[in-house]
């Protein structure tokens, strides 16, 4: 078996502020992805990888950078934070790179912004 | 582009009674993948359930849901609710038609089974 860890578990911000969220994975996968999640509008998907090294945009990557400097790792950046944001972001991995059949998911971030 | 609709946000039931979330989707390619994902309080989303066979009756832990191409539906049943099947679903689709394909995720349903 493998796991999925992402931190911080929550993240409180500042209107504004740079914020970054870490995901590592042990599954050797090779794909990576992160997703948000919001009350009513299910997950949405921001950023994935099929690599190291490589980012694909999802459909709501405006306001994100993301990073993949090694397998393991995939991380999330949100580049200005808005006042009274308040969403739960997901990681997962999958084990084939041209498909998703099957996503392994992190525990999330929880984000507010003060 | 592909789409999925959980009509229902939120359903409440009684202990026992059967259980039934909708899922509808609309996608150009007859090959498609629908899954149910469900999210517990307090733990990572995962698999429950997933088809692309027509009219095949697919089960995971009590839970069943048969892929119907012609109505694109994707309805997951359970014949008798317990206090512990409250959380989140998902329904999602994935087109697996391109060299990447993503999935495509339905708004949820919350799922409140009371005693």
């Known amino acids: 078996g493998g796991i999925i860890t992402q931190t911080p578990k929550f993240l409180i911000g500042q209107e504004g502020q740079k914020l970054t969220l870490k995901c590592q994975q042990n599954?050797?996968?090779?794909?990576m992805y992160w997703y948000r999640q919001d009350s009513g509008k299910g997950l949405r998907l921001i950023y994935y990888?099929?690599?190291?090294?490589?980012?694909q945009k999802g459909d709501l990557s405006e306001g994100y950078d993301a990073s993949r400097e090694k397998k393991s790792s995939f991380s999330l950046t949100v580049t200005s934070a808005q006042k009274n944001e308040m969403a739960v972001f997901l990681c997962?991995?999958?084990?084939?790179?041209?498909?998703?059949?099957?996503?392994?998911f992190g525990h999330g971030t929880k984000l507010s912004v003060l | 582009g592909d789409s999925v609709t959980q009509k229902e946000g939120l359903v409440t039931l009684t202990e026992g009674l059967p259980v039934m979330l909708n899922c509808t989707y609309q996608?150009?390619?007859?090959?498609?993948?629908l899954f149910w994902y469900v999210h517990y309080l307090n733990e990572s989303p995962r698999l429950l359930l997933k088809s692309s066979t027509d009219n095949k009756r697919t089960e995971h832990q009590g839970f069943h849901a048969t892929l119907h191409k012609s109505s694109s539906s994707f309805h997951l049943q359970k014949s008798s609710a317990q206090l512990s099947d409250s959380a989140l679903y998902y329904c999602a689709l994935s087109d697996p038609g391109g060299s990447n394909a993503k999935l495509t995720f339905g708004k949820g349903t919350k799922l409140s089974v009371k005693s």
């Open positions: 997962a991995s999958s084990p084939d790179r041209f498909s998703n059949e099957r996503l392994f």
């Open positions: 599954f050797n996968h090779d794909t």
């Open positions: 990888s099929i690599t190291e090294n490589d980012l």
């Open positions: 996608t150009i390619y007859s090959n498609a993948f």
